[in-house]
């Protein structure tokens, strides 16, 4: 399946790309690849369902259409299974708000960039919506009880169930089909995202372009921006959050009339079953799948449902209270710490010093690049970095960098792996170079990237020469 995207790159560009790096995922069966040759660089997907590969290069040719910022499909596998897409680069909304995410109090940088997001959603809510053909979605073609069924259920027998609560199955189910009643009362013609959080949203000079919709379909507005504000784990304060329904409503007003008054009230109904659905997704991975940090993620979703109880459901007095009853639960009254094991990952220049451990656990990994060759000699590389296509085709055209990173992989891999087994939370590798710019950027890049896909652990990646930082879950 990997020699198809080889071959697609050739088929398009007229060369076989010198360079592939498989990319970290978040959670979908489709697998991502960076192809590279000189100055080219596409991503590659590989896919194990060709309806939701259609869905998503049908989309996006739709979309682009109507001048949405979307990455362009530029060929696709007879079969159906593997794509090239346009290469929009590595960061994502999501790795722009971690020290948001991280205290709560985000500052005016990050607030900008949440603003200019979701202004831009109505018109992907509209404009996408406008000459679609809606059979071309998947799984389904529009929100219907049936979505809302599966939904509710996975709430109930993964999270609710599990968590050992006594509770009138008959009763929460008369509730659950008015609930639903309610959520269907919309009938406009309009593209719900379905899945339109930060991690979806990645940025090129600040200005959002959008990933990952293969699943939207025919649905209603709310439920978009209830998935936007309400995402558990991002901790966004109450004044953010009215600020960003302001900025959308203001940005919604160039599509339809609106009564503030309606919209708020039928929001508040969906951001009660996004709440939901994400609590039965937690449950799932967590109960189930056996995966803590999921777990670790269920007293944020909590916290956001005792704020919507602060007004009772009052249509719905059963679930109400169980809700309650649920909030009122002692192991979800603190918020649990992570506890994964966090790799600190860091790229540095050896005329600076090697980075400190700050965790206090010292050890860990210190690989020095400098045996590999640099291109930070030769004039023209110089105004790169590690992360520029020009840099990593350097360096992988030989193969010395990627044999370096097989043997780091092999010792790496081993010490996360006990390190997991004996329940630690922290490790540094630091990859250091002559100015810390190429080499150690480029391996600390790769050695992230291995980590996020390999092992479910938290990976910090601090760039210390060129300012950058960011992190993978």
């Known amino acids: ?13 007229g060369v076989r790309p010198s360079a592939k790096t498989e990319l970290p995922s978040s959670g979908s069966n489709r697998r991502f690849f960076r192809l590279q040759e000189g100055n080219i660089s596409l991503i590659g997907v590989l896919g194990t369902n060709e309806k939701e590969n259609m869905a998503f290069t049908a989309l996006s040719a739709h979309f682009l259409e109507k001048g949405l910022n979307v ?37 005016s940088y990050e607030t900008s960039l949440l603003c200019k997001t979701i202004e831009k959603l109505p018109a992907i809510q509209f404009r996408g919506a406008e000459g679609l053909d809606w059979s071309v979605c998947y799984p389904q073609p529009s929100f219907d009880g049936r979505t809302i069924d599966f939904d509710l259920n996975y709430f109930k027998y993964c999270f609710l ?7 009138d199955e008959v009763r929460l189910q008369d ?10 009362q919309d009938d406009d013609n309009t593209f719900m995202y379905r899945d339109f959080q930060a991690r979806n949203v990645m940025l090129r000079d600040d200005e959002p372009w959008f990933i990952d919709f293969q699943g939207g379909r025919r649905g ?23 600020e960003l329904v302001r900025t959308y409503l203001r940005a919604l007003r160039g599509y339809k009339q609106v009564d503030e008054e309606h919209f708020r009230s039928r929001l508040r109904l969906f951001m009660l079953f996004r709440t939901l659905q994400v609590l039965g997704a937690y449950g799932f991975r967590g109960y189930f799948e056996k995966k803590p940090h999921f777990l670790a993620s269920v007293p944020y979703a909590i916290d956001n449902l005792r704020t919507l109880l602060q007004n009772p459901f009052s249509d719905y007095p059963y679930l109400n209270e169980m809700l309650e009853r649920l909030s009122g ?12 094991l966090e790799v600190h990952i860091y790229s540095f220049a050896y005329k600076k010093g090697i980075p400190a451990d700050n965790s206090g656990n010292g050890g860990g990994y210190v690989f020095d690049c400098r045996s590999i060759n640099n291109p930070g000699k030769y004039e023209h590389y110089r105004q790169f970095t590690g992360l520029d296509p ?4 350097f360096l992988e055209d030989d193969g ?16 996360v792996t006990r390190f997991i087994e004996r329940k630690f939370t922290h490790l540094q590798v630091c990859f250091g170079c002559t100015g810390g710019r190429h080499r150690s950027v480029y391996c600390a890049e790769r050695l992230a990237a291995h980590l996020a896909e390999k092992f479910s652990i938290k990976v910090k990646l601090t760039h210390r020469e060129i300012n950058i930082e960011k992190r993978l879950f």
């Open 329 to 340: 639960m002692p192991q979800f009254d603190e918020i649990v710490p992570d506890r994964r």
């Open 390 to 393: 020009e840099v990593i085709s």
């Open 1 to 13: 399946m990997a020699d198809c995207l080889e071959s697609l790159f050739a088929g398009y560009t």
């Open 220 to 242: 209603p507005i709310y439920y978009d921006v209830a998935s936007f504000i309400s995402q558990a784990r991002s901790r966004y304060p109450e004044d953010l959050r009215q």
């Open 161 to 167: 169930k599990a968590t050992g609560l006594d509770f």
């Open 71 to 107: 990455p362009r499909v530029l060929a696709v596998s007879d079969d159906g299974l593997c794509y090239l897409q346009e290469d929009l680069g590595d960061t994502l909304l999501d790795d722009k708000l971690s020290q948001g995410r991280e205290n709560g109090l985000y500052n």
């Open 175 to 184: 509730d659950f089909e008015h609930f639903r009643e309610d959520l269907l």
């Open 400 to 415: 010395e960098a990627l044999r370096f990173l097989e043997s780091v992989y092999r010792l790496v891999d081993a010490h």
